[in-house]
């Protein structure tokens, strides 16, 4: 008896140590014992209003915004908040170097001036429901293995065939997807609806809503305003319809309402949204896979690039304008790899799975399950085996991937084998096709910062490469070589599409040169071979991991919604060193550096400051609050997610993690991983006294 108190305690202790980890599925609830663990953490609402599909809940509020990131509703009219960074790549496409929204903001002074937003969606989820019985059958009638039936050709065809039988069906803009959960012993379809006429509203100059750049990313304290607005437009029945003229605001009975009283350290927060990606249930070696073979060259590749887009970007706002975008999303990426390496060794995370492994060696032996007992030391050997491809496989992406060509590859294909099949049609139409891709890709080839990082890509490859085939790839200087090509002007081209021949470009030296990378790229398939021969042996692995933790934590996020709850709470990264949970607008004037694009801070922003035109949003002792952190648990995807209190009301928008804690996708870290927000109040004040978008505060609920 003594014996079974100890282990119920040591278990309730566990429970408890872990109670603020976990993205968690609402639809699992009460399958997971989430609502005490919930209460006892402060919310203050029942658990029905924050997942329901027959009542109105916080999930009808938060949806995908884009293809990656999410948003919240916080008006009866469709009114949107999210991320600067998540609007980013959609208002540069909208941007001129004449009208820069992305450089100089925007702010809507009336609902006629939001602007139409190209290929921007909004999407809410109407319902997640437990499909596992009927994949499970019908991988067994169709004879398919562990592995297949994840397969995106399986999963995408129940997929399709489980939303046509559903009550869903008729609605516009249905959209669902069948995911597994649990390495595959679990799956769950999620029933969603999609809107297509989304607005620009607001959106701050670059230099206050990325004021830090990529030198504050993932780093704390945090001064900038990283938040924009949109708004979601229908027909007149609410439905999803494309951009027109006639369309208006959506109309929704449940929306965000806003807090302007702030936060306080201790406070309970909570975070919805939909985290992309987590791989909490790996073995020490699949950890070391993941840094040493997957991250270790993206970082070696990727730092030599930002670097040379830093300095072309600040040669003029021409070049600054075409990189922007892709600087930010590959500085994001690369920062977050090399954070994420450095984290694993600090905090001694392979070891940290190392004991994880033997506890659960032990629990195999108890359970008595053969399955169990040799599980680890598979997929360990399988990280052995595929470490050195999987390397390779992730350099060559980062470096000859991203070296540009003359003209499309795929065409030369096409060309080629229609050459073969001395097909005259095709071979006319590919060499047109062939002239037409040499128009649009010459330009792109020729420019200097394209030439500098291909030269300085390739010898990164040459001598980081680890496999014999991979050694055995010789490439050329594709500048020196299109000498003798085919590509070398224009007039040659034409020349060779009016007589085409399968000799000449056979044997094009720019055309070898992608083929041989090509091919290689082909034969690199450690990462496919790994994954296929893994994934068995996870789906059991994760199945005993639940099974030792008794269902206590939460499944690998897969860009479902999910919650996540914890508490503003400082931290102390490191001996010595304490940081505040709060900063103020104080804070960018001490970073102020005209010498760093980072740190130049907005006329207007210095203007507001000096006059301390703080309004209704200042705090108590007059100081204007910027941003705050909290533990909640979150990952890429959360961008935009709304942080709210223990009453479900807006107190800011989460948008970074802190470099200390990069881990956190493979372990979550109580002590050191940190949510960091964007205050409410701060996104109020922006939009009222710097952007004088007065008619929005009519529509929103503020207390």
Same mark, same amino acid.
């Given at each position: 008896m003594k014996k079974v108190l100890l282990l119920a305690v040591a278990v309730l202790c566990s429970l408890v140590a872990r109670a603020d980890e976990g993205m968690w599925l609402l639809k699992l609830m009460e399958q997971q014992h989430l609502a005490d663990s919930l209460r006892k953490a402060g919310l203050q609402l029942p658990p029905s209003q924050l997942y329901s599909e027959t009542g109105s809940s916080l999930k009808d509020v938060v949806g995908i915004f884009g293809n990656g990131c999410t948003g919240e509703v916080v008006s009866p009219d469709g009114l949107i908040f999210t991320n600067n960074h998540c609007g980013f790549s959609y208002i540069h496409a909208m941007s001129t170097v004449e009208k820069n929204y992305l450089k100089d903001g925007f702010f809507a002074k009336s609902r006629a001036e939001e602007l139409p937003t190209p290929n921007l969606t909004f999407t809410f989820v109407l319902a997640i429901e437990d499909v596992t019985a009927q994949v499970e059958a019908e991988a067994r009638r169709l004879g398919i293995d562990k592995y297949t039936r994840q397969s995106y050709s399986f999963t995408s065809k129940m997929n399709n065939e489980l939303r046509k039988k559903s009550k869903y069906a008729k609605l516009k803009g249905i959209e669902s997807t069948l995911l597994p959960f649990f390495g595959g012993n679990q799956f769950y379809i999620i029933y969603m609806q999609e809107y297509t006429d989304v607005r620009l509203v607001a959106d701050p100059p670059l230099n206050v809503a990325q004021f830090g750049g990529n030198s504050d990313n993932w780093v704390w304290p945090r001064q900038n305003v990283d938040w924009c607005a949109f708004r979601i437009y229908a027909d007149k029945n609410g439905q999803p319809a494309p951009y027109s003229p006639k369309n208006i605001p959506l109309k929704r009975k449940n929306y965000l309402r806003i807090s302007s009283k702030g936060v306080q350290?201790?406070?309970?927060?909570?975070?919805?949204?939909?985290?992309?990606?987590?791989?909490?249930?790996?073995?020490?070696?699949?950890?070391?896979?993941?840094?040493?073979?997957?991250?270790?060259?993206?970082?070696?590749?990727?730092?030599?690039?930002?670097?040379?887009?830093?300095?072309?970007?600040?040669?003029?706002?021409?070049?600054?304008? &075409?990189?922007?975008? $892709?600087?930010? %999303?590959? %500085?994001?990426? &690369?920062?977050?790899?090399? %954070?994420?390496?450095?984290? &694993? +060794?600090?905090?001694?995370?392979?070891?940290?799975?190392?004991?994880?492994?033997?506890?659960?060696?032990?629990?195999?032996?108890?359970?008595?399950?053969?399955?169990? @007992? $040799?599980?680890?030391?598979?997929? !360990?050997?399988?990280?052995?085996?595929?470490?050195?491809?999987?390397?390779?496989?992730?350099?060559?992406?980062?470096?000859? %991937?991203?070296?540009?060509?003359?003209?499309?590859?795929?065409?030369?294909?096409?060309?080629?084998?229609?050459?073969?099949? !001395?097909? +005259? @049609?095709?071979? @006319? !139409?590919?060499?047109?096709?062939?002239?037409?891709?040499?128009?649009? @890709?010459?330009?792109?080839?020729?420019?200097?910062?394209?030439?500098?990082?291909?030269?300085?890509?390739?010898?990164?490859?040459?001598?980081?490469?680890?496999?014999?085939?991979?050694?055995?790839?010789?490439?050329?200087?594709?500048?020196?070589?299109?000498?003798q090509s085919i590509f070398a002007s224009r007039k040659k081209l034409e020349i060779f599409a009016a007589n085409p021949s399968i000799e000449t470009l056979a044997s094009d030296p720019i055309y070898k040169m992608i083929k041989d990378i090509d091919e290689l790229s082909e034969k690199l398939e450690g990462t496919k071979h790994f994954k296929m021969a893994v994934h068995p042996l996870e789906k059991t692995y994760v199945r005993g991991l639940e099974e030792m933790y008794n269902n206590s934590k939460a499944p690998d996020a897969n860009f479902t919604l999910r919650m996540t709850y914890g508490h503003v709470k400082a931290m102390k990264p490191r001996d010595g060193v304490l940081y505040d949970w709060r900063t103020t607008l104080k804070g960018m004037f001490e970073k102020e550096d005209s010498t760093n694009i980072d740190y130049i801070v907005h006329p207007r922003m210095r203007q507001l400051y000096e006059a301390r035109d703080f309004g209704r949003y200042a705090r108590e002792d007059g100081q204007l609050p910027t941003c705050f952190i909290s533990n909640n648990d979150i990952t890429g995807g959360n961008s935009g997610s709304p942080i709210m209190n223990a009453k479900g009301e807006l107190v800011g928008l989460a948008f970074d993690g802190n470099i200390e804690a990069l881990s956190s996708d493979l372990k979550f870290d109580p002590e050191l991983q940190r949510c960091i927000n964007v205050d409410i109040r701060y996104v109020l004040w922006v939009l009222d006294k710097f952007g004088e978008s007065k008619y929005l505060f009519d529509e929103m609920e503020i207390h």
């Open positions: 350290e201790g406070d309970y927060t909570m975070v919805m949204g939909f985290p992309g990606s987590t791989s909490r249930f790996l073995t020490s070696e699949q950890v070391a896979l993941r840094v040493n073979s997957i991250n270790q060259p993206i970082v070696m590749a990727g730092w030599p690039v930002l670097d040379l887009y830093k300095k072309y970007m600040e040669k003029n706002d021409s070049i600054r304008l &075409v990189l922007e975008s $892709t600087n930010m %999303g590959l %500085g994001n990426v &690369v920062k977050n790899y090399d %954070g994420m390496i450095k984290a &694993v +060794r600090n905090l001694k995370l392979i070891d940290e799975k190392r004991h994880e492994e033997k506890r659960f060696q032990d629990f195999a032996r108890q359970s008595g399950k053969s399955e169990y @007992q $040799t599980v680890v030391a598979d997929i !360990n050997n399988l990280c052995k085996t595929y470490q050195d491809s999987i390397f390779d496989d992730n350099l060559l992406y980062a470096t000859l %991937g991203n070296i540009k060509y003359p003209a499309s590859y795929r065409i030369m294909q096409k060309l080629l084998a229609a050459l073969k099949a !001395n097909n +005259r @049609q095709d071979i @006319q !139409n590919s060499s047109k096709a062939l002239l037409e891709s040499y128009d649009k @890709q010459l330009e792109d080839f020729t420019k200097d910062y394209v030439i500098e990082r291909t030269l300085l890509l390739i010898p990164i490859w040459e001598k980081n490469c680890r496999l014999p085939i991979s050694r055995s790839l010789q490439v050329g200087n594709p500048y020196e070589l299109i000498s």
